[in-house]
């Protein structure tokens, strides 16, 4: 036993040397300054780091509320992919919603560039300039559930009434008009 148990030791001494622990120490200390001096930033891109992990995402978000930081909602006009920091609170990042993909988010993203959204029609017809087949009904759906269209004035319940008529028009709207294409 007493041989078996100099086998352990000499190991332990071998698989966790000094090296490794001065690397795990500067890397403690590296997080440890930039949370305490720069926290809304640094927590911004910690909750981004994890986006696909909803339950990791849940608990930064809840540190992000012990450290009184605010989380403000996703907004087409106001979000990007990731999460970022908007006037010291952290704003919420469009991947965070489920079935929202990163093409959808580019196109709604660049679509912002000639001015900010202003009403849902007007977020689907841009997108559906920017990319082939525009918005989807799961990404629209989960867009609206997720409170991102909070800035294009109505509410939930009313986009959730009518979204669907509304995006059958506008693809419908883009199939008959195909550049390039003239009536008969």
């Not at 590296?30 to 949370?35: C, D, G, H, Q, S």
């Not at 908007?86 to 489920?98: A, D, E, F, M, P």
């Not at 959808?104 to 689907?124: A, F, Q």
């Amino acid at each position: 036993a007493n041989q078996i148990y100099d086998l352990m030791i000499d190991f332990a001494n071998y698989a966790f040397n000094k090296s490794h622990s001065v690397a795990y120490a500067v890397v403690a200390y590296r997080t440890a300054y930039l949370k305490y001096y720069y926290p809304v930033e640094f927590m911004a891109a910690q909750i981004s780091s994890f986006m696909n992990n909803s339950t990791q995402m849940a608990l930064y978000i809840e540190e992000c509320n012990r450290l009184g930081i605010e989380i403000l909602p996703p907004d087409v006009n106001e979000s990007f992919e990731k999460f970022t920091v908007s006037q010291g609170k952290i704003r919420y990042g469009l991947r965070g919603i489920k079935n929202v993909g990163t093409n959808l988010i580019e196109s709604i993203v660049h679509g912002r560039e000639k001015g900010p959204y202003t009403s849902l029609t007007d977020l689907m017809e841009r997108t559906e300039e920017e990319e082939s087949g525009g918005i989807n009904r799961k990404a629209l759906e989960n867009l609206i559930r997720g409170g991102a269209l909070a800035s294009l004035g109505g509410n939930r319940a009313q986009y959730m009434a009518c979204y669907e008529s509304m995006l059958s028009a506008v693809h419908d709207q883009s199939k008959r008009n195909i550049k390039g294409q003239t009536s008969l």
